[in-house]
């Protein structure tokens, strides 16, 4: 009987004939690969990484940073320190820095000056935020404190003075805030206390309508105010009690934000306080 040959078994010599043809056939097809420029061929480091798109700037020293205009703009922190950084969204052509424009490449545009400065919650300045706090342009010396200025970055306009013994104040929404659920049927400060319930309610109602009208954080600022309209002394005196701590002490002691309730309302006579004192 006629043995039959296993065709799985090709001889190696054949195998490798035909590995070799097939070599040569994709060898010429292939592109040629790209020339690398030899150190004579006049491109520098320097050049190569220029033409990325992925320029790490921030690794760059600031005297590199004009090297990559299209990916790098060069800053500097509050401190002075300039720094290489990405330019991401900022515009190329931009020529000047507008109000509150924070993080410049560019002057501050005319009337502005480029400040720095913290007003901390303790009522206390520094220098600035933190290490990578830089400066923005601010509109310093037209005689009204807005809500990008404190009196640590604008003193000019926001620190009492003899000369100056109040502050004129102006925030961003001069109509009330807007967009806010806790303000919602609220047509003026007073009404926070008519409307709402409960005293955190209350606290972020009149918090939403000094930042609105005023452009301040903190109630105490407005104790300098030259005008506080349309809010009313018992307003402001209301916030800063609501602002106090409402831990109560260890042995159920009554907090701060009671004690300085109580004697609003002591003071006052106002009926309306029962309800954000508590049972």
């Excluded at 020529?95 to 913290?118: A, I, K, M, T, W």
């Excluded at 600035?128 to 000019?156: H, I, K, W």
């Excluded at 004129?168 to 400060?189: A, L």
Aim: one cysteine or more.
């Amino acid at each position: 009987m006629e043995r039959t040959q296993d065709r799985s078994l090709v001889p190696t010599s054949l195998f490798a004939a035909l590995l070799g043809m097939v070599l040569v056939a994709f060898s010429s097809n292939a592109e040629p690969p790209a020339s690398v420029p030899s150190p004579d061929a006049g491109v520098t480091p320097a050049t190569t990484v220029k033409r990325r798109s992925d320029v790490w700037c921030e690794g760059l020293p600031p005297e590199r940073c004009g090297e990559f205009p299209e990916h790098c703009i060069r800053l500097t922190y509050c401190d002075g320190q300039p720094f290489c950084a990405s330019r991401m969204n900022r515009p190329r052509d931009r020529q000047c820095g507008s109000v509150s424009v924070y993080g410049l490449g560019e002057p501050c545009c005319p009337g502005l000056v480029s400040r720095c400065g913290e007003l901390t919650p303790d009522d206390t300045c520094k220098p600035q935020r933190d290490p990578m706090d830089m400066p923005s342009c601010l509109a310093c010396g037209d005689g009204v404190c807005d809500v990008f200025e404190q009196r640590c970055n604008c003193p000019e306009d926001c620190a009492v003075t003899a000369k100056r013994p109040g502050v004129r104040y102006r925030g961003s929404e001069p109509e009330g805030p807007s967009g806010h659920r806790s303000t919602d049927g609220v047509t003026r400060p007073g009404q926070c206390l008519d409307v709402l319930e409960k005293p955190d309610a209350v606290r972020h109602c009149l918090r939403q309508w000094v930042q609105a009208l005023l452009g301040r954080r903190s109630s105490k600022e407005l104790r300098q105010a030259v005008d506080i309209a349309p809010f009313t002394r018992f307003d402001l005196d209301l916030l800063e009690c609501l602002d106090e701590d409402e831990d109560r002490g260890p042995f159920g002691d009554r907090s701060r934000r009671e004690l300085c309730l109580d004697a609003l309302q002591q003071r006052t006579k106002d009926a309306r306080l029962r309800k954000v004192l508590g049972p």
